[in-house]
């Protein structure tokens, strides 16, 4: 293992990643790695205390304080959420925590814009609301964490970010450090900065992520490698934190809760539960979670039956190829880690040809909430945007799952499927990087 982390700096190079740090437990020993640099040019090196930005690698910290609740009975995971939160719009009430925690409470994959500067209370009372019934299909969703910091506060009386840092953060031994706002203060925690990196390999650094104070329980943790393995420590034989999470709890939130949706993770990974996404491999399931911040990637993984964990920080826009990279070097070295690729799409069986893709009757404008694609039929062919992104070319096969080719180099690929509803025969959803979308018009 230590041959992989020596390997770290050749892959920043190779992947025009600044900086980067890696921390792998396996087989009872712990190895670290820093390389690079923090921001761009700045000469400040990485170092293990360097805090990359953890984008939606914050979300378990939050389902884990909730399950800590739920631990210690102020919580059920099963119980509609009006029970705790009467001042929710209906449709919202009856969404439980185990739902929120597993992304099939039906809430919008994104927080509306216009909502950027309300009190958590305020979004909760007066615009959440679900897209699809709670508990009929997985669709990931940030709307849906936001209420659960919404309820962890209502029952702590204490802020999201305090509660945080009290009960979670520093008791795993984590020097707590926020994503939003200013982050340097004299003597401060040092923060890596997310950066854009140019088809010419030219690093832009971002000095402030874009996730704002309203979002913080969603993506504003920033934190190392070493951190993220202390809370997996939560999950590893002989390791578990005392006093923060009970065993029985530990294996719920690692238990995979879609069975018997009409739709599950398609595109994020195998399975999902409470607040981790799950990875099947030959050497049994993993679980962990990505985050994408602005200009930052960050990766955990996690298997508790062998005791191994890896973690990866990264601060440029080409971390996600960086990992796929080291993940086939730590499979190579013995270590099947979990993992779902990023744009491929596994037994895909037969494409469509000619105009075929273009008579499948997918064309059309979808939306989840204020996350909206568009799917064009022309020359033949299916052509998607999601949002203002670039336009892609779809590559469809006969089970209308699709992958996507032929635009920007420096945009990530999508892969996704279309659903009908099961009455019409229709189409009627797509579903992309985990968001499922309801065809309007």
């Not at 990196?197 to 996730?211: D, F, K, M, N």
């Amino acid at each position: 293992m230590d041959d992989i982390t020596a390997r770290l700096a050749p892959l920043l190079r190779r992947h025009r990643v600044p900086g980067a740090q890696l921390a792998v437990r396996w087989r009872g020993r712990t190895f670290t790695a820093e390389a690079g640099e923090e921001s761009s040019g700045a000469g400040r090196p990485v170092t293990g205390r360097s805090a990359f930005p953890l984008g939606s690698l914050t979300k378990p910290f939050t389902a884990t304080l909730a399950m800590m609740l739920v631990a210690d009975g102020d919580l059920d995971l099963d119980e509609p959420l009006a029970a705790y939160l009467p001042g929710l719009r209906p449709g919202a009430g009856r969404a439980t925590l185990r739902q929120l925690l597993s992304h099939s409470a039906g809430f919008p994959a994104n927080v509306e814009e216009s909502a950027a500067g309300l009190t958590r209370r305020r979004w909760a009372e007066t615009t959440a609301g679900a897209v699809h019934p709670p508990g009929s299909a997985f669709s990931y969703s940030n709307a849906g964490y936001l209420l659960v910091a919404h309820l962890i506060e209502d029952l702590t009386g204490m802020s999201w970010r305090a509660a945080v840092e009290s009960f979670l953060l520093r008791p795993l031994g984590i020097e707590p450090l926020f994503a939003v706002g200013a982050r340097r203060a004299a003597g401060g925690r040092p923060a890596a900065d997310g950066h854009v990196v140019r088809p010419g390999g030219v690093a832009l650094p971002i000095a402030e992520q874009s996730v704002t104070a309203l979002e913080e329980p969603v993506a504003g943790l920033a934190g190392s490698a070493s951190d993220l393995l202390a809370l997996a420590a939560l999950h590893l034989p002989g390791h578990e934190g005392p006093g923060l999470l009970d065993p029985a709890s530990a294996a719920e939130m690692r238990r995979d809760q879609l069975s018997g949706l009409s739709a599950g993770a398609f595109g994020l990974a195998d399975g999902w539960g409470l607040g981790w996404s799950l990875y099947a491999t030959a050497s049994g399931t993993w679980f962990g979670h990505d985050g994408t911040g602005d200009g930052a990637w960050c990766h955990l993984r996690v298997q508790p039956e062998t005791g191994a964990a890896v973690a990866l920080t990264t601060n440029g826009s080409n971390g996600a190829a960086l990992w796929e990279a080291l993940v086939e070097e730590l499979r190579a070295a013995g270590l099947d880690v979990g993992h779902y690729p990023l744009g491929a799409l596994a037994g895909a069986g037969t494409p469509l040809s000619g105009d075929a893709p273009a008579n499948t009757g997918c064309a059309g404008r979808y939306a989840n909430g204020s996350w909206t694609c568009a799917v064009e039929a022309a020359d033949g062919g299916l052509y998607l945007s999601v949002g203002s992104g670039p336009r892609w070319r779809l590559r469809c096969f006969e089970d209308l799952r699709f992958t996507t080719e032929g635009s920007d180099a420096g945009s990530m690929p999508y892969i996704g499927r279309f659903l009908r509803d099961p009455g019409s025969g229709t189409i009627e959803l797509v579903q992309i990087t985990g968001r499922l979308a309801r065809r309007h018009g």
